[in-house]
């Protein structure tokens, strides 16, 4: 068993369209950081292209030990840490290897803006592509989907698996 490391995931607020710049300025301090990215048709008047493109826009994830968090802010183009009731928001190291799951399967990835769904149960696919990922089952017009949402962010991600795919996580509380 592995020890537990003492840094955090956090969300750092980017410069408008400054997402790579960072994250590649995180890298080469030596930091541990993380941009998800998706590829994208884009087309302009005389032609179309392939761009990558972050999946959530103007943030990018920096695993760091929280002393140090306000030391990444000097790194040209970053704005501010993301912060929820005036603290410091974590992103659990589960969203973080959610995210990359989810990204390993890129054609089944669907943003959902607002999540109009219920708490229903908590489940984990099990086989498949995004084996591992933890997340709610919904069914939206006969289609069984998955619901990932990233807390810290409060943002949701679908992607549709097959039934036989996925498995109930029981539930730990007595």
Do not use: C
């Not at 994250?23 to 884009?42: E, N």
Request: no cysteine; proline share 5%.
């Amino acid at each position: 068993m592995s020890t537990p490391t003492p840094n955090n995931w956090y969300a750092i607020f980017t410069r408008p369209r400054a997402e790579k710049k960072v994250y590649q300025r995180f890298i080469d301090l030596g930091y541990t950081a993380y941009l998800p990215l998706v590829t994208t048709l884009k087309q302009w008047s005389d032609r179309k292209k392939k761009v990558k493109t972050p999946l959530i826009s103007s943030y990018v994830f920096i695993q760091i030990d929280e002393q140090y968090i306000y030391d990444v802010l000097n790194v040209p183009s970053t704005l501010g840490v993301l912060k929820y009731l005036g603290k410091l928001a974590i992103v659990r190291n589960e969203e973080i290897e959610n995210l990359k799951l989810l990204l390993n399967n890129k054609d089944a990835i669907q943003i959902v803006e607002k999540a109009n769904f219920s708490k229903d149960e908590e489940v984990e696919v099990i086989r498949g592509p995004l084996a591992g990922l933890k997340a709610f089952y919904v069914e939206e017009k006969g289609k069984h989907r998955v619901l990932i949402k990233i807390d810290a962010l409060d943002r949701y991600f679908a992607a549709e698996i097959p039934l036989s795919f996925i498995k109930k996580i029981k539930s730990t509380a007595a």
